[in-house]
């Protein structure tokens, strides 16, 4: 989403064509983001603002894949404590998690704007007792327009520290967020693309994935970063406008 089709808040050139493309030959597709901050109807807002309308079935949060994790983990319900805004704790509530600090079969990390040390120490403690430790993403660092802020990555380090025990990052660059997503829309990895800006995350999980990658420079990524990664993605194009013509 951000830095192949947003950027903030604004569409990026080719965006709102590349997703009307995608929609008028009935090509079945999901926005995916790591930020687990926002509901998907949060999300749709966002995007709307920007000129590009998609159903919030179209879009797919590592919220949303952590939700569908842990059902399959736990088939039968459990419960969770976590650490997060109204994205992540929409995704559990829905799946039909109780969330909760005493004794939960889960500690769920996510993304907010305000990481409280109260949390972050109740959480330490109920891992400690036994509780499994799952993160939305390893995503270090957030942007502002002040800068960097530290992300769920950086406080899930923290955690491990005091604990001894490393989460399972459940989004991107683990393949299971981009499997989840096909199993969403009933696709398969041989007729599957993913385009992203960043390396380290969305091209690395569509290799693993078994799709076919396309890295745009409209983000993180610039060309001559390309080279410093041990893996390439299928093709680089400059943005989504490049695409608009293949769909």
């Given at each position: 989403?951000d830095?192949?089709?947003?950027h903030?808040?604004?569409?990026?050139?080719?965006?709102?064509e590349?997703?009307?493309?995608?929609q008028q030959?009935?090509?079945?597709?999901?926005?995916l983001t790591n930020n687990?901050?926002f509901?998907?109807?949060?999300l749709?807002?966002?995007?709307?603002?920007?000129?590009?309308?998609?159903?919030?079935?179209?879009?797919?949060?590592?919220?949303?894949?952590?939700?569908?994790?842990?059902?399959?983990?736990?088939?039968d319900?459990?419960?969770?404590?976590?650490?997060g805004?109204?994205?992540?704790?929409?995704?559990?509530?829905?799946?039909?998690?109780t969330?909760?600090a005493?004794?939960?079969d889960f500690?769920?990390?996510?993304?907010?704007?305000?990481?409280?040390?109260?949390?972050?120490?109740?959480?330490?403690?109920?891992?400690?007792?036994?509780?499994?430790?799952?993160?939305?993403?390893?995503?270090?660092?957030?942007?502002?327009a002040?800068?960097d802020l530290?992300?769920?990555g950086?406080?899930a380090?923290?955690?491990?520290a005091?604990?001894?025990?490393k989460?399972?990052?459940?989004?991107?660059?683990?393949?299971m967020?981009?499997?989840s997503?096909l199993n969403?829309?009933?696709?398969?990895s041989?007729?599957?693309?993913m385009?992203?800006?960043r390396?380290d995350?969305d091209m690395?999980?569509?290799?693993?994935?078994?799709l076919?990658?396309f890295?745009?420079?409209t983000g993180s990524?610039?060309?001559?970063?390309v080279?410093?990664y041990?893996?390439?993605?299928?093709e680089v194009v400059?943005?989504?406008?490049?695409l608009v013509?293949?769909?």
């Amino acid at each position: 989403m951000d830095g192949v089709l947003v950027h903030e808040d604004r569409a990026l050139a080719g965006a709102a064509e590349f997703v009307g493309a995608l929609q008028q030959k009935g090509r079945p597709f999901l926005i995916l983001t790591n930020n687990s901050i926002f509901t998907t109807r949060d999300l749709r807002a966002r995007l709307a603002a920007s000129g590009i309308e998609v159903p919030e079935e179209a879009i797919w949060t590592s919220a949303l894949a952590t939700a569908q994790f842990l059902v399959d983990q736990a088939p039968d319900g459990g419960s969770a404590y976590v650490i997060g805004e109204a994205g992540l704790t929409t995704a559990l509530y829905q799946a039909g998690f109780t969330l909760t600090a005493s004794r939960p079969d889960f500690v769920v990390l996510g993304e907010t704007r305000t990481y409280s040390f109260e949390a972050i120490t109740q959480a330490i403690r109920l891992i400690q007792g036994g509780a499994r430790f799952i993160a939305t993403n390893p995503d270090v660092t957030g942007p502002s327009a002040d800068g960097d802020l530290p992300a769920t990555g950086a406080v899930a380090a923290m955690i491990s520290a005091a604990t001894g025990r490393k989460p399972y990052f459940v989004g991107k660059p683990n393949p299971m967020m981009i499997r989840s997503a096909l199993n969403r829309i009933d696709a398969h990895s041989e007729t599957t693309v993913m385009v992203g800006d960043r390396m380290d995350t969305d091209m690395v999980a569509g290799i693993e994935a078994g799709l076919r990658t396309f890295l745009v420079l409209t983000g993180s990524t610039r060309a001559e970063d390309v080279q410093r990664y041990p893996y390439r993605p299928t093709e680089v194009v400059g943005s989504v406008a490049d695409l608009v013509a293949r769909v």
